[in-house]
């Protein structure tokens, strides 16, 4: 069976046999990276393959990119939330460039199986932003922006002290990541959008808007943004600890 591709209307007999070649089918995908990401991703990836660019060179450039998205929370301004969304997606979009060149190229690497374990760990210190940005916003504890660079510099060194030596272990493994929580996500549309509305992507995209709204019409609606996706994000981690220690019984 042909695989769907997440195609362009000016995509050549050449790009289409690249998407083939370097992207993978529907189901792997999120609503973010295949309707917006992917559309785009590979006419780079071909502009990369002729360059001395690595995959795993993009995948640091992924890393550095959403570490710093997490920064731009902080101040609670309307120019540091444009930043992070602009962040956050320029280190997605490595995310996507990293694998599709490495396709193309026809490379594997136990390096950049160990970068991507720790680029999916950089949600951690982002959530820890969202926590510090909150809190900064509404006056809560009298956090200004230097306390709160301190906080998150130690949860980004912290996550990656305690995601290194698990990452450098996961390279090692044979069976695939399974997520019941994320292969919940292909059962159904409205669980696939469930899905991105709870998820960091929907939150980056719900963002811009409110941050234009802030701009525009001085309506400080983003922290409630930021408390919102704190509250949905410990419901799913309560909901993945649940069904992932029951597939453990």
């Known amino acids: 069976m042909t695989k769907t591709l997440p195609t362009l209307p ?17 189901h792997f995908e999120e609503i973010w990276s295949w309707y917006v990401l992917r559309r785009i991703s590979i006419y780079l990836t071909v502009v990369l393959s002729r360059t001395p660019v690595t995959p795993n060179g993009i995948s640091w450039a992924s890393l550095v990119f959403f570490a710093v998205t997490g920064w731009f929370l902080l101040p609670g301004e309307v120019w540091g939330y444009g930043l992070a969304i602009l962040f956050y997606n320029l280190g997605y979009l490595c995310d996507c460039l990293d694998g599709e060149l490495a396709r193309m190229n026809r490379v594997t690497s136990r390096l950049g199986v160990f970068l991507d374990t720790l680029i999916r760990a950089m949600s951690i210190p982002i959530l820890t932003a969202v926590s510090l940005g909150l809190l900064k916003n509404t006056g809560w504890m009298g956090l200004d922006l230097v306390s709160a660079t301190l906080v998150y510099i130690a949860a980004l060194i912290g996550t990656l002290a305690l995601l290194i030596p698990l990452a450098y272990n ?5 069976a695939d990541e399974n997520d019941p929580v994320s292969d919940m996500r292909t059962t159904s549309s409205l669980m696939e959008w469930v899905a991105f509305f709870t998820g960091m992507p929907g939150f980056f995209a719900i963002l811009g808007p409110l941050a234009a709204i802030e701009w525009l019409l001085g309506m400080t609606w983003t922290p409630y943004l930021f408390f919102g996706f704190l509250i949905v994000t410990a419901l799913k981690t309560v909901v993945r600890l649940y069904l992932t220690t029951s597939k453990l019984d």
Do not use: F
């Open 170 to 174: 996961y390279v090692g493994l044979k």
């Open 10 to 26: 000016v995509d050549s007999e050449t790009i289409l046999s690249y998407r083939s070649l370097c992207q993978k089918p529907r």
